[in-house]
């Protein structure tokens, strides 16, 4: 339990800025929301989708709601284990302070990685409360949306965990977002059914972290239980054990230099 009063430092750190926080992480998924929910929806009308139980249309608004909410999850959680942790770990010398205490380099990187993936769940949350306020969803099932949300905020931390190890600077950060978020989002079924990709891209897509984030968050919105979840529960874990250890790795090489 070492990693808990780091954990702790950072919550209370961002106690002192949480209302800007939470605006600056919101703000961006509900003008997405806002702009296609109801601009675009109002063109597309309902978007036919596939389920157990044969195909069932449901308003793009719903559609678009329950993929962005999980897109929030990964950028929160990225934004948090880039640019936040790698202003802790090199610019201002924070990790460097902190292990001066009885704490151990893995203590510390397993707090960022909660970190990030409880931040995450505070914007969600946020998010969420909107979208019940606007009435999108009020299915009884989206309380199990918090428990998988955070499970993406973690995978996506341990993802981003990796390339904060091997960043010299913040624009490193631009071939994460542009090269690896930027394309996930658009072939993990947030804005449109995956049906509609190609062949090939649809088989990458059934493997990426995101397309499994929300194919068990999407039928919670139409009060369904997701098909397959187990499979799409193990993905999330393997990406999130898989990176983690990577992250590790790259993080104890470069502190041993």
Known sequence: MRWWPVFLRNLLVWRKLAVPSL??????????????????????????????DGTVAVPYILFLAS??????AMNAASFEALYSAFSRMHVQKTWDGIMNAPVSLDDVVLAEMLWAGFKALF??????GVMLALGI???PKLLLAW??????GITFSCIALVFNALAQGYDFFTYYFTLFLTPMMFLSGVFFPREQLPLVLRHVSDWLPLTNAVELVRPL?????PAQPWLHAVVLLAYAVAAFWLALGLT??????
């Open 137 to 139: 969803s009020h299915s």
């Open 23 to 52: 605006v600056g992480n919101i703000a961006e998924p509900l003008m997405w929301l806002i702009a296609f929910g109801y601009g675009m929806g109002a063109l597309v009308g309902q978007v036919n989708m596939g389920t157990p």
């Open 123 to 128: 914007t969600v949350t946020a998010i969420l």
């Open 221 to 225: 919105f139409m009060d369904q239980w």
């Open 67 to 72: 993929g962005s909410i999980c897109m929030s």
């Open 147 to 152: 428990p998988v949300l955070l499970g993406a």
């Open 252 to 257: 104890r090489r470069r502190f041993g230099k």
